[in-house]
């Protein structure tokens, strides 16, 4: 069992950067590939980037490619998410999740096949 808590969203112009961290409980951190998603009202939840439990190899959804960075501190438990460049379509409430297995290829696009959530934090940005 891994509980999922994420922090650091909050109200930021366009432009700006905030920088998301989700805090996972348990010893086994390091056992699971991480992900983060995001919904907005009205869509469904998307794919925004993932990390390897080695924090070896990360993926970006295109819409936030070389303006978002997804990295991990296994010692602490922690995954982060920096937005930089934050656009008012990145408006959105961003989960945090873990998966056991590795999802190769398009797999970990897809929000259904990871485990764990967190509750979520929200995340607005005004023009």
């Known amino acids: 069992q891994v509980q999922l808590v994420e922090s650091g969203g909050g109200l930021v112009q366009a432009g700006g950067s905030l920088r998301l961290s989700c805090a996972a409980s348990?010893?086994?951190?390091?056992?699971?590939?991480m992900g983060w998603f995001r919904q907005a009202p009205g869509k469904e939840r998307e794919f925004v980037s993932t990390?390897?439990?080695?924090?070896?190899?990360?993926y970006y959804a295109d819409s936030v490619k070389g303006r978002f960075t997804i990295s991990r501190d296994n010692a602490k438990n922690t995954v982060y998410l920096q937005m930089n460049n934050l656009k008012p379509e990145d408006t959105a409430v961003y989960y945090c999740?873990?998966?056991?297995?590795?999802?190769?290829?398009?797999?970990?696009?897809?929000?259904?096949?990871?485990?764990?959530w967190g509750q979520g934090t929200q995340v607005t940005v005004s023009s």
């Open positions: 999740a873990a998966v056991a297995a590795p999802l190769y290829y398009s797999r970990k696009y897809y929000p259904n096949l990871y485990d764990y």
């Open positions: 348990g010893r086994t951190f390091s056992m699971y590939d």
């Open positions: 990390i390897s439990r080695s924090g070896g190899d990360t």
